[in-house]
C-alpha cells in the first residue's frame, strides 16, 4: 500500500477502534503474520526473519535480509517513523493447530531470549498488547506441548534487571500466551521467526534499553533434541561480556486445565462456560499412581466413588444422583474399568448435560478423554509394583509412521495383576489401545481410535448393608472362592472425522461402538438373619451377557457476528442405540454362611430355574447452541434439544428343565422431550467470571402405570449461580458454585396397585461447591475441593419424605499438593501430600443404616532425572477404616498400601 493511501487508512482504524474500546481497557493491541523466507544462506549462525514487536505496540517493518540479532535495527520510537516503516498486517489461514514442544532461555548482553521451538513458526500470526506494567503476546492455533503429548507452562522469575516475570502458558485449547512483566515499565520486547528454532522473544533488561546502540554478539546453535522440564544455558550468547544469571522453570501445565470441551462441545475457556466443570489433568493421575479411575474423581466437589457390579465397573454419585453411564472422547459408554495409563485427562461437567447428550441424570457426567497420537516420536515405559501382589507394567509409544506425518499413530498397553486384602480375591487385567490418525490436508483429518479390554477377577459384591457389618474384619469374604468368578471381554472403537472449511466454519463427525460378553457366577450376600450372624445368599450365574451400545455424531460449528455482536453456534444430531441382553439369568436360593466364622464350599447347582431378559433403547436427538459474545466480558449462552427415544424390555420365566413358566412380558415406550438450557457470564474484570445457569434433563422411566402405559420420563431441572476466579495469572483457578436440582416424575409405589408404579416421586438435590486447581509456586501444584449437599426424598408414596438419597454425603473435602526442588543438586526430588474427607452417608432407602464419615491420608515422593523417574506412593498412611458404597452393597477401603513406580522416557 502507497504510504500517502496507508496513513488515512490507519488513522481512520485507529479512530474507530478508539470509539468501540472501552474506556476502562486502554490495551493497545496489534497482529503480524509470518511468511516463509525465501533465503537459502546467511552469513549468521541461525537464520532469521525478522518481524519486531515492540512492547508498547509500536512495530518495525520486517526486514527482507537475514542478519544476526545484533545487527538489526533498534525499532522507532516516534509515531511518524513508524507510520512510515509499518506495512500493513497480513493474516495467513492458519488451520493446523501448531504444536511448541518446548521452551529454551538464552542470555544475551541486551538481556534474554525466549525461544519457542517449533518447526512451523512462520505459520503463525501473533497478537499482541500492554496491560499496567506487562506486555501480553497471544499465538492463536498454536499449543504448548510436549513431545509425549502432555501440556507444560515455561516461568521465568526475575530473570533479568527491570523485568519481574517472564510466562508463557496455553491461555485455552487454541492459544499460546507471553507475558513479560516490567518493574516500573512495560518491558521492550522484540520478536524473531527463526526457520531452525522457532519463535524467539528478545527481552531487554532496563539497562540494556537505555543504551543508543547494541553490543555486538554471536548466539551460540541450539542443541537440543528434546525439551527438558527446566533449561539453563551453559554459555551466554554475548562473548567477552560477564554472564547473566537467568533461573528459568519449564513444567507440565500440573493440575491447572484454561479450557474445556465436555460443557459446550467446543474449545471454550472454563472461566466462560456458566456451569461448573472441574478438569482432572493426567499429572494428578500420575502424581497419586491411581490404578482406578474412579480413584481420581475424589479431587472434585459433589463426586461420590461407587463401585459397579461386582466392582466391575467404575460409577459415580455426582450430586446426590448416582449414574452408571459416561462419555469416552465425548461419546456416551458404560464402560468397565478403564485402564488409566490410557487416559490424558478427565472432564467432570456439574449439573444436567441432556442439552448435548441425552439421557442422563441431573448430577453430571463425566468425560474420559484419551490419548491421541503425536506428530513426534514419543516412547515411554512404565512399572508399578505395590503391596497385595500389585503389578502393572505398561508402554505408551507414539510418532509418525510416514515422513511427510500425515500418518500418526499411538499404542497403549498394559497388564495388571493383583490380589486383595480381602481374602480369596484378585483380579487379571489386560488392555491395549491403538490409534491411527490421518491428516489428509491441515484442514482435515480422520482418526481411527479402538481399546480392547480383558477381565478375569474374583466376583465381589462387599457387604451387606447391616450396621453388623462394621464388626466383621475388612478383609472377610461372604461369596464361595470356588463359584465367585467375574470374565469380560469388551470393546471400544471411535471413528471420527474432523474437517475444517476455514476459520470460521468446521464439521466433526463421528461414529463409535461399545460392545462386551461377559459371564458371572457367584454366590451374593442378601439378608442377615434375626441372630446377627447367619447370611442368607442367592445364587445368580449368567453364562452369557451381552452389551452393546452405539452412537453417531454429527456437530456443525460455526463463527459469525451481527453487528458487534460474536456467535459461535453448534447444529448438530445424534443417534443413540442400546442393548442389554441376558439370555441366562438365574436366580435361586444358595447355601447361607456365618459372617464370623464362615465355612466355605458350598456346591455349585444346576437345578435352578432361569429367565431370559431383554432391555433397550432407540434415541434420536437434535440439538441448538449459540455461545454469544455481547461485549467483551458479558457472554450467553442459549441450548435446546429435542429427543425422540423408544423404549423396550422383554422377560419370560423357564423351569430348570427349560420349559416356559409363564408368557412373556413385553413392554415399549416412546417419550420425545425437550430440554433447554440458559446461561450468562459476567467478568467484571478480565480475573473474574460471575455466571448464572438454567437446564433440564430427562431419563426414560422403565415403570408402567396400572393400565399398561409407559410412566412420563423422569425431569431434572437446575439452577446454579457461581464464581470463577483466575487467583494466580495463568496458574491458579478457583470455582465456586451453588445448585438446586428438582427430580421429578420418579417412579413410586401405586398405593392402589402395589404392583405397579406411579410418577408421583420427587427427588432434591442443594449444596455449595468449592474447587481449586493449578500451580502456586513453581515446582509446587495444588488441587482441593470442599463441599456441603443435601439430598434427599421431596415426595414419595411409601418413602420417608426427608430421607436423604443414596451414598450422598452431606459433606467432602479434599487436599493434594506436590512440590518438586527447581534446582541444585536435588533438583528433581518431589513430595506430595493429601487428605481426602467424606461425610456420612446413608447406604439405603428407606435410611436405616448410615456409612460412617472418614479421613484418609495418602503421600508420595519421586525422583526425576532426564528421561527417568523412579516414585514411592503412601495411600491411606493411617490405615483408616472405612467404607465405599455400590448403592446398596458396601466395601471395605484398602488400609494402608505402598506403590513403587519407574519410568523411562524418550
Same mark, same amino acid.
Request: charged share 20%; glycine share 6%.
Given at each position: ?13 485507529? @479512530? ?62 516516534? @509515531? ?226 461407587? %463401585? ?90 507414539? %510418532? ?131 441372630? %446377627? ?56 436360593? %444358595? ?316
Amino acid at each position: 500500500m502507497k504510504h500517502k493511501q496507508f496513513l488515512p487508512s490507519l488513522l481512520l482504524t485507529c @479512530a474507530i477502534f478508539v470509539l468501540v474500546t472501552p474506556a476502562a481497557r486502554s490495551e493497545e493491541i496489534s497482529s503480524i503474520g509470518f511468511h516463509k523466507s525465501t533465503a537459502s544462506t546467511q552469513k549468521s549462525t541461525r537464520s532469521t526473519q525478522q518481524a519486531s514487536l515492540v512492547s508498547n505496540s509500536r512495530f518495525v517493518k520486517p526486514i527482507t535480509e537475514i542478519r544476526r540479532l545484533t545487527d538489526l535495527e533498534r525499532p522507532s520510537r516516534s @509515531a511518524q517513523m513508524l507510520l512510515v516503516q509499518s506495512p500493513a498486517p497480513q493474516k495467513p489461514l492458519t488451520l493446523e493447530v501448531v504444536q511448541v514442544t518446548g521452551v529454551k532461555a538464552n542470555p544475551t548482553n541486551r538481556g534474554v531470549e525466549v525461544i519457542l521451538q517449533t518447526d512451523k513458526g512462520q505459520q503463525l500470526q501473533i497478537t499482541n498488547r500492554s496491560a499496567g506494567k506487562s506486555f501480553i503476546a497471544d499465538i492463536p492455533h498454536a499449543q504448548m506441548r510436549l513431545k509425549s503429548g502432555e501440556a507444560f507452562t515455561f516461568l521465568s522469575d526475575k530473570p533479568i534487571a527491570g523485568v519481574t516475570e517472564i510466562t508463557v502458558t496455553n491461555f485455552d485449547a487454541k492459544t499460546i500466551r507471553i507475558t513479560v512483566t516490567g518493574e516500573a515499565n512495560v518491558p521492550t520486547v522484540e520478536l524473531f521467526d527463526s526457520p531452525k528454532e522457532g519463535l524467539i522473544f528478545s527481552v531487554a533488561s532496563a539497562a540494556s534499553s537505555t543504551s543508543s546502540q547494541p553490543q555486538t554478539q554471536t548466539q551460540a546453535p541450539s542443541t537440543s533434541t528434546k525439551p527438558e522440564s527446566q533449561t539453563q544455558p551453559t554459555q551466554p550468547s554475548a562473548q567477552g561480556d560477564e554472564p547473566i544469571e537467568l533461573v528459568v522453570t519449564g513444567e507440565q501445565n500440573g493440575y491447572r486445565a484454561p479450557d474445556a470441551s465436555t460443557a459446550t462441545k467446543t474449545d471454550t475457556p472454563i472461566r466462560d462456560i456458566p456451569q461448573s466443570i472441574q478438569v482432572i489433568p493426567e499429572d494428578v493421575i500420575k502424581d497419586q499412581a491411581v490404578t482406578r479411575i474412579v480413584d481420581v474423581l475424589r479431587n472434585v466437589s459433589g463426586v461420590t466413588k461407587e %463401585g459397579g457390579y461386582g466392582d466391575s465397573q467404575d460409577n459415580y454419585n455426582i450430586r446426590g444422583f448416582s449414574t452408571q453411564d459416561s462419555l469416552r472422547n465425548g461419546f456416551r459408554t458404560r464402560a468397565p474399568v478403564t485402564n488409566p495409563t490410557n487416559i490424558e485427562r478427565i472432564e467432570v461437567l456439574k449439573g444436567p448435560a441432556s442439552v448435548l447428550y441425552g439421557q442422563f441424570q441431573p448430577g453430571g457426567i463425566v468425560n474420559l478423554v484419551t490419548k491421541q497420537p503425536l506428530d513426534s516420536p514419543y516412547y515411554k515405559s512404565e512399572l508399578i509394583l505395590g503391596n497385595f501382589d500389585y503389578y502393572r507394567p505398561s508402554v505408551d509409544l507414539s %510418532g509418525p509412521l510416514t515422513t511427510d506425518k500425515k500418518l500418526l499413530y499411538r499404542l497403549n498397553t498394559a497388564y495388571e495383576t493383583t490380589g486383595d486384602f480381602v481374602d480369596f480375591v484378585n483380579s487379571k487385567t489386560f488392555s491395549i489401545a491403538p490409534v491411527l490418525t490421518y491428516k489428509f490436508s491441515e484442514a482435515t483429518k480422520l482418526t481411527l481410535s479402538y481399546e480392547y479390554l480383558n477381565t478375569d477377577r474374583v466376583y465381589n459384591d462387599g457387604l451387606p448393608p447391616n450396621s453388623i457389618i462394621f464388626k466383621l474384619p475388612i478383609s472377610r469374604f461372604l461369596g464361595e472362592p470356588n463359584i465367585n468368578r467375574f470374565r469380560q471381554s469388551a470393546n471400544n472403537l471411535n471413528l471420527t472425522l474432523d474437517h475444517r472449511f476455514n476459520d470460521n466454519l468446521q464439521i466433526r463427525s463421528g461414529f463409535a461402538a461399545y460392545f462386551s460378553d461377559s459371564k458371572v457366577r457367584s454366590l451374593r450376600p442378601d439378608d442377615i438373619d434375626a441372630d %446377627g450372624q447367619t447370611l442368607s445368599r442367592r445364587y445368580v450365574p449368567s453364562d452369557q451377557i451381552i452389551y452393546s451400545a452405539y452412537t453417531f455424531q454429527t456437530d456443525l460449528i460455526a463463527k459469525f457476528n451481527t453487528g458487534s455482536i460474536k456467535h459461535q453456534v453448534l447444529l448438530g444430531f445424534a443417534w443413540d442405540q442400546y442393548n442389554y441382553n441376558d439370555p441366562s439369568y438365574f436366580s435361586g436360593r %444358595g447355601s447361607p454362611i456365618d459372617i464370623f466364622n464362615p465355612i466355605y464350599g458350598s456346591p455349585q447347582r444346576t437345578d435352578f430355574p432361569y429367565s431370559i431378559y431383554r432391555e433397550g433403547f432407540d434415541e434420536f436427538g437434535i440439538y441448538l447452541q449459540d455461545q454469544v459474545t455481547l461485549l467483551p466480558n458479558l457472554k450467553l449462552l442459549l441450548g435446546g434439544r429435542v429427543d425422540f427415544v423408544q423404549s423396550s424390555n422383554f422377560s419370560q420365566d423357564f423351569d430348570s428343565a427349560k420349559n416356559p413358566t409363564d408368557n412373556p412380558t413385553e413392554s415399549r415406550s416412546y417419550n420425545n422431550p425437550f430440554t433447554p438450557r440458559v446461561g450468562i457470564v459476567y467478568q467484571p474484570i478480565e480475573a473474574i467470571s460471575l455466571y448464572f445457569s438454567y437446564s433440564k434433563s430427562f431419563i426414560p422411566n422403565v415403570a408402567f402405570t396400572a393400565n399398561g402405559s409407559a410412566l412420563l420420563p423422569e425431569r431434572g431441572t437446575q439452577y446454579e449461580v457461581g464464581l470463577k476466579a483466575e487467583l494466580i495469572k495463568d496458574s491458579l483457578s478457583a470455582t465456586l458454585a451453588a445448585y438446586d436440582i428438582t427430580k421429578q416424575n420418579v417412579a413410586t409405589t401405586d398405593s392402589q396397585n402395589p404392583d405397579f408404579s406411579i410418577a408421583a416421586g420427587e427427588e432434591k438435590s442443594r449444596g455449595l461447591e468449592f474447587d481449586l486447581s493449578g500451580r502456586i509456586l513453581p515446582g509446587w501444584n495444588v488441587i482441593a475441593s470442599a463441599f456441603i449437599n443435601d439430598a434427599y426424598v421431596s415426595k414419595d408414596n411409601t418413602l420417608p419424605v426427608g430421607n436423604r438419597l443414596v451414598n450422598a454425603p452431606s459433606a467432602g473435602a479434599s487436599l493434594w499438593t506436590t512440590y518438586e526442588i527447581q534446582r541444585g543438586g536435588l533438583k528433581g526430588l518431589g513430595f506430595g501430600a493429601g487428605v481426602f474427607y467424606t461425610g456420612e452417608r446413608e447406604a439405603q432407602l428407606p435410611n436405616t443404616i448410615k456409612i460412617p464419615d472418614y479421613v484418609r491420608a495418602d503421600a508420595s515422593i519421586s525422583y526425576k532425572r532426564n528421561h527417568w523417574k523412579i516414585g514411592l506412593n503412601f495411600k491411606n498412611l493411617f490405615s483408616t477404616r472405612y467404607y465405599d458404597s455400590q448403592g446398596f452393597y458396601l466395601r471395605p477401603g484398602a488400609p494402608f498400601t505402598v506403590l513403587g513406580n519407574i519410568s523411562v522416557d524418550f
